[in-house]
């Protein structure tokens, strides 16, 4: 089943513009001691902040089914001149209000063209080819590491704080005017698109739905039980806190990189349950292991490499599996999805200190745990569309 030329093009450069989006999205915390100090950000300020930021994720999907109530192009639209505004604000105000606005508008701008491209892509490409038509989008996001991180540092030694701001703010309208041109506008229906309260209601009367939804919410806890505590426990076990962060922040990205190709070159090939039970199993035995191999740097290094790749792999498996459980209202459990991801991610991060201080091991355990847990609910997901 071949997938058109129009398709690979939007494709590609979608995935472009999702590179913006989420090095925009991701900059934050690897530059964080710079950020703090050029807009006077105390610590535990920019502890607040970040915590209003996920909190505003939550609540996202109210926005994000826009892709549904208003159509895929419109949601994308949404998104980005979301995005721009957030970049632009900090170039203009660059205070503790601006940078938290940018927080806050480069989330929802990504919660909110995320989801519509996803739909949009459900909408034109069979459920068969799907796994590599989003694997390939996905690695977007592993891209902002390998090409963006490094972008925005040169930027800012270069030009100055604010530099990657404008920056992104420019690549941001030129991506907005892009997309206009590629994207074709959303079709006019006859008879009256579904509300709001009507994609919701489809969604939570679905046990499907809800079952894929809480397997998002559990991966995502147990990556967190392990993400906020391995460079404490890196620092700890070795005294290395620059090389083992540096190290790491390495590891991990490689590894998304593996992952989301993983996906794209064997999901459509099995069922996309199996692809993510697959992920699930292997991101338990590599939460096992991982103590294990902690013995030494270079087996902590290997150990969070599997732990990644296999979450990787399994979390890039859900978003095409997610787009076939409920097509009536595709884009909004895409951004419940993504809401579910930020929420297991902040009931991880709350777990996840308790934990360590009994040791890491109890934070590895917890998570093959949970992710056990992820797999109980797998059982109930069942796909409506496979043609």
Known sequence: MEINKKIWRQLSITTVIRTVYSTGFRMVFPYQPILMKGLGIELAQMTRLIAGQSLV??????????????????????????????????????????????????????????????????????YQRRGLVLAISEVSWSMSFFIGMPLVGFLMSQFGL??????????????????????????????????????????????SALAGLGVMLLICLANQLVNVVFGVWLNESYGLQIAALGGA?????????????????????????????????????????????????????????LFYLTFEFTIVSMIPLMTGVLPKARATVMALNIASAS???????????????????????????????????????NVKEEG
């Open 57 to 126: 994720g939550i609540f996202s999907p109210f926005l994000a089914s826009i892709g549904d109530t208003r159509g895929r192009k419109t949601g994308m639209l949404t998104g980005m001149i979301l995005f721009c505004l957030g970049s632009l604000i900090v170039v203009f105000q660059p205070t503790v209000l601006g940078f938290f606005l940018f927080l806050v508008l480069s989330l929802l701008g990504k919660a909110i063209f995320d989801p519509s491209i996803q739909a949009y892509f459900g909408d034109h490409v069979p």
């Open 343 to 381: 929420l297991g991610r902040g009931l991880g991060s709350l777990i996840a200190a308790p934990l360590f201080a009994w040791g890491f091991g109890l934070n590895a355990v917890f998570a093959a745990v949970v992710n056990l847990l992820a797999i109980l609910s797998l059982r109930y997901v």
């Open 162 to 207: 604010l530099a990657p701001f404008l920056v992104l703010g420019v690549l941001g309208v030129i991506s907005f005017l892009v997309v206009i041109v590629i994207i074709p506008p959303d079709p006019v229906l006859t008879t009256e698109r579904s509300s709001l309260f009507t994609n919701f209601s489809l969604v939570y009367r679905s046990r």
């Open 249 to 305: 922040s390495a590891v991990i990205g490689i590894s998304e990189l593996i992952g989301e190709g993983g996906v794209g070159l064997i999901s459509d090939r099995l069922s996309k349950q199996k692809a993510v039970l697959f992920g699930v199993i292997g991101n338990i035995l590599a939460s096992i292991l991982l103590p294990f191999l902690g013995g030494t740097v270079w087996g902590a290094y290997l150990g969070l490499f």
